[in-house]
């Protein structure tokens, strides 16, 4: 034991102290390995941050269930929005001294005091609030505790009511707050997304990883090879090469570990799988932490050792086991048709079914997998079979013939995030560019609302939005279900006045006491002359009262112009004439508000503002221009940015390990460069060979990485039966980049050459 902790010891000296190469691998390996380790305790944290957002979603779940010495709440919900942003409000109303109170509150607000959380106090003190304050006229007497605020973003608040809330028939009488509710289960879309996406960063950085453990790798020989000189066994040497591979990794880890503790302070500012997260949610599960701090080091050790398979290191020199075996291609194209499919067939799963997820994942996996993969093999046989050239060119086939995997590996991590950027991209763009423009520019050039009410309150309500300059006119629409007496159908009708019937629908030619019926029979149509029954439903009850009876008539107008969507939803339109002899049942009234055209988006919120004093007992829906993003919008903005910055930190983090391998090779082959400058061949010719030896790799990468990167996007796609629109410019962003990076690699490694093919580096002793 203490041979084997004296051999692990060297290893740790020979990494932190074995020159400037040693440390230059060292840190690049420990900052890969960080970025590993970051990514795999954050995908760790994932399902507590889910379960602790569920668990405050169902603080508030009402429990209706009657409880001795408890006196009830009445309880309600509502919502507005404000800049495209929802605000959820609680009404409440306690009976008396003994109501039950949900966790986060210690009092529920009294009539005129209001509780909100932490973002919508900031949002009401904010220069915004002026906009909003007026929608609030209550006293806010507090925060929301964090257990009834699911996401730190969650505009919410608690609105003490007076006593006409037990009036409304959808407030509940609670006895309880609080239960429990079913697991979240991610979206399969979203879940292979996610998926796709960490394999995405953590395939290169692997790579990567792997790549940095092979540089420096003449001198690394050369050093254990004095080792075995002076006395070290086959077995101590390659334990003092994993160990030196390992305090690199020991270094990721505390590094990785100390930046997610670092970006866990602020979760609150990061949407993560569509959601935002407290801070003390971000807690990797123990038991795969472990399992990331035992398996990170074993994949470490394990590529070293790896890579001094069929190696023999002697006293004197290192010998290989062999000459360089040609690599084969089957095995390589076998993973890139396992990949496609699965892409194809989806493992015979229903979409959208997490079989059907896994099966996209893991075949997008294996064909980004495929990228690393085919290109050690495609350099290879370019490289071999290129012949002539200027000296220059020849210089670096030749080079990369006798070593072309180690470049080949480096660049592996470029083209993997290239190939998986570009596949993201064309998803978005094509998602993005599906949304029909005629269709905008009808709803841009006829701004509306829909207030969604009450009967009784439909009249106040119409009588509010006609002291707001920007509304135009209003229309009211009600809603009524009518059933057939023997219960054998039910029909969705429509009360719409003749001016709404213009306005709403473009019939030009109305009578009050007229029926319509709309050619499109999206529902069952009315026969002529049937008798149907109007029914009052209690609120949760199935128990109902007739409250009267109608017969249509028997004939029936037609209307051929296309009904409205969302607003109109039956195919039967009754004019208020029609029912004058019946009583309809307390049913939702929609009022349908044109807006003026001019306007700016800063009407919608004074309509709302308008209406604010009708409370829970009314709704607002907009449709109008809206100078901000939608929120889908800044979802695809953000996703393409995350991954444009991840393309070019890879770029970078390659860059780097490029440049030390460039540098690498020239300390190799000074005293041959030297020669050849002291026979006469020119530097530039050296610095073009450099160039070529580069750029070669890194082009068949772009080529690779366009090539799988469309693929994969045209597979994923044609799972949605959409047309792909690639997005070229951004195709020629990144390759640019990669390009671009060659050209700074070349430049930054003059200086070196040039002292490299001095004639002193001639002398040998």
Known sequence: MKGWMGDLALGVRLAVGGGRTSLVRFALGAVGIAIATFVLLVAASVNRMTAEADARQAADLANTEEIAGVDPVYYTRGQTNFRDEPIDIAYVHATGEHPPVPAGLRDLPRPGEMLVSPALAELLDGPEGALLRP??????????GQDLVPTPDDLTTWVGADATLAEDTDALKVYRFGGSTDPRSLDPGLMALALLGGVAVLLPVFVFVSAVSRIAGAERDRRLSALRLVGSGAHQVRRIAAAESLVGTAAGLVLGTALFAVARLFAE????????????????????????????????????LVA?????????????????????????????????????????ADR???????????????????VPVLLPWLVERVAGRIEGGPPSWQLAVRRLRLDSGTSARVVSGVTVILAGAIAVQTVLMTVQGNTDPAAARAAEANPHLEVSTNAADADNVLSELSTVDAVKAAHKVRNVSAYAVDDTAYYDLQVLDCPAMRAVIGVHHCTDGEVYQSGEQDTTPMTPGETVEFRDYPTGSSNYTVTSTWTTPTELNTIDTPLPDGLVRGSIIVTPGALANTTLPDTTVTIYANLDGTGTADDTERVRNALAGFRWRTQVWAYEFDPVPPHEEEMFQSIRAAMYAGAVFTLLLAGVSLLVLALEHIRER???????????????????????????????????????????????????????????????????????LSLLITTMTLPFLRGATRLTSLRTE
Request: no cysteine; glycine share 8%; aromatic share 6%.
């Open 135 to 144: 929608r609030f006229p209550d006293r806010v007497t507090g925060v929301l």
């Open 352 to 370: 959208n079914s997490f079989v059907w997820a896994w099966a996209v994942a893991s075949g997008a996996t294996l064909l980004l997998v495929g």
């Open 308 to 348: 001094l398979r069929g190696t023999i290191i002697e006293p004197l020199g290192v010998v290989r086991q062999a000459r360089p075996v040609r690599r084969r291609l089957w095995w390589r194209l076998a993973i890139v048709a396992a990949g496609i499919a699965l892409l194809a067939t989806r493992a015979g």
């Open 670 to 740: 000074r005293r041959q460069l030297a020669i050849l400058v002291a026979t006469g061949v020119q530097r530039g010719v050296l610095v073009r060979s450099l160039l070529w030896q580069i750029t070669l790799p890194i082009a068949l990468g772009v080529v690779i990485a366009v090539a799988t990167g469309v693929s994969l996007a045209w597979l994923i796609m044609r799972l949605t039966n959409q047309p792909v629109d690639i997005d070229w410019p951004g195709i020629a962003l990144l390759s640019g980049g990669a390009t671009a």
């Open 269 to 304: 500012h990061v949407e993560l799988f569509g959601i935002r997260s407290y801070p003390s949610d971000v807690v990797p599960d123990p038991l795969a932490a472990a399992v990331i701090a035992l398996a990170v080091p074993a994949v470490s050790v394990l590529t070293a």
